[in-house]
DNA sequence: TATGAATGAGGGTTCATTCAT
DNA sequence: AATGAATGAACCCTCATTCAT
């Protein structure tokens, strides 16, 4: 699952990063399962053998796509949270949940329906779901604010977790009709503010 | 994607039936992308060239599957759902939820998996994702109950469907650690109940 | 290195022949690493899949090749040593080394290069060489005539087998000019026989 | 088939004869069919250009290994064979089948395998096989001493040829069981000594 | 009807060798 | 002179599906 080599040279940047993105292209037109390696090597212009000197197989190529959209998306929630991490609640929360839907919209086939489609990746123990990175990030927060009635509870980290994650995810791979996008962030702000302000309990 | 005859006979019907069982078998230890129609046949001691007999492509196997599952499921809500109709509603929706839990985990593998899984399954319209049938069926218990400030409105119903069947997709697919069948039941219900009662508008 | 499935009807026999057929043309040919299995099923007339059907890999197909070859002069070996068994020694040889150079002529490229040039053939144990065919029958002749000064023990099995085998061998690959066929017949059972004699000892 | 050019400098020959150090050892461990260019460059700590400055092609660098081990072994050989030319033929014979046993043994997977195992080698003219300098010492010598009654026929020296080098490479390649080294290189000598001698003809 | 046989199309991967810096 | 990068050509093998008895 490692990559084989690390491209040194100017020239092989670009080799590995016109094959990343040429799988980029592919997937959001065909899905996963059908893209081949062949398919991948020549839509990115570039040779087979040449694509197996940096990716050692497939399923890597997929991994590092992945990867890099979830690094990429965990560093922008923290900075995020880091800047406003004291505002007020009914503040925070809307600008998170935007921030997580922009960058879903933007990276949904690789975020949202890879894991899915391609269960193998899943397996891959190095893989760190995004999903798991926003869960890490809700846990900080809300150590950091003692005053909620909601704690840091297995059965609460479960259903804030999921309350995010599966409404942005649903949102944007399955958009529901006379839903606007303001109205949907809007909306689950306020549930998700009204769960952590211990509404239910 | 029509099954390509109807089994009239009575050995017919048994083989179509001994290839469906070893489909389940097979996904069930295998996952889908990685079982082949020669597998099936072999597994359900079924000659190749009967099995296209009766299904004409290997996803039409894997969409009966499906069907039946949900159809299933279906029949099991709706029963329920007329009998407890005039029921209170913190007495209903617990109810609801138990039997969906244990529908889902019984068929985890066909109703969770599948449909994620192989992505050409969803396109294909006739298949009526199982999530759908529990939206139509809380649509409905709407409509009966217009005391509820909750409207069959389609952001409402957006949520509402979602609340239900995430929770429960996740919570099959991905337990949480140290989170009991019995609380994850209890809170989800409630959670529901809150929501339908307008906690949050 | 089993044969996948054994074929049953009269088509499938000639599949498989037309398969062998090819493949010792081409090695005739080419040698043995340089063939491949698209090239083999390609000769003989056959879709590359259908060879996979009879033959699990690539070995395999060299495999059933040696086998038969190595069987085939076995059973000949056998019957002439059975008939003759009770004649007199400087009439046994010269027939017996006759039949062995026959045979090594007309599989040559089977029985003598094959082993030497796919070494991965002799690490397979189903394998049984033909050489250890030969000695076996030396062997079993020895035993039959305790007259010999020249006894069943290891040195001279070993010196034995080798005598017959490595000339024959060689005479076939490597040619001698200036050498007839018959006068290497003649040469070679007088020295076989004045080592059974024990001219040595 | 030749060397690319000769390496003039220090640094140059180092680097060919890591090359060739690295290629020895990798068909020790793993036979020839399966060494590749590149595995043997990386073996041998070279970069896989560079190789092909100093060896055009892959089978350069395999003849270049026979050359050396077949060169050293007939220096040996000549040596010794103009040392005890004029000692009693009971004496020559153990003491040069000794010398060439232990060559063999050291250099057996060049000597002896690798000829049989890659036949392109035997078709490159270039390629002196060993075997041919030992026929050619034995030829020398009967030549010598015209006092024994086998000749230098063409018969005879495939026979004593062979009588050598079978003997000598199976007993190597294939190691009896049961059959001590000593008692093996008597026993041989013990015939080739006979064979001088005529005791067959 | 049921079964053995056949097949087209592709898919992942490797290797010897050459180019460009 | 030495190295990282690139490449063309194969090669082994599998699978969904259809044919023929």
Redesign the pocket.
């Known amino acids: 699952m490692e990559r084989r080599?690390?491209?040194?040279?100017q020239?092989?940047?670009?080799?590995?990063d016109s094959i990343l993105d040429a799988a980029n292209d592919l997937i959001r037109e065909k899905g996963f399962s059908?893209?081949?390696?062949?398919?991948i090597?020549a839509r990115a212009?570039?040779?087979?053998?040449?694509?197996?000197?940096?990716?050692?197989?497939?399923?890597t190529i997929l991994f590092s796509l992945y990867e890099e959209a979830a690094n990429q998306g965990a560093h922008k929630l923290n900075s995020l949270a880091m800047k406003i991490v004291h505002d007020e609640l009914e503040t925070v929360v809307p600008k998170i949940i935007k921030l997580l839907l922009t960058h879903y919209e933007e990276h949904s086939a690789i975020l949202l329906r890879m894991l899915h489609e391609v269960p193998e990746l899943r397996r891959a123990t190095r893989v760190v779901p995004f999903e798991k990175m926003i869960g890490s990030t809700i846990r900080l927060y809300l150590q950091q604010h003692p005053e909620f009635r909601i704690k840091d509870t297995p059965r609460h980290m479960f259903f804030l977790e999921n309350l995010v994650v599966s409404n942005l995810t649903r949102y944007v791979t399955d958009p529901p009709p006379n839903v606007s996008r303001s109205e949907f962030l809007t909306h689950l702000s306020r549930v998700i503010v009204a769960y952590l302000k211990g509404s239910f309990s």
Chains 1, 2, 3, 4 share one sequence.
Do not use: D, W
């Open positions: 080599k690390l491209p040194r040279q020239r092989a940047k670009a080799t590995v059908s893209i081949g390696t062949g398919e090597a212009g570039v040779n087979i053998a040449s694509l197996y000197q940096y990716f050692p197989n497939r399923e």
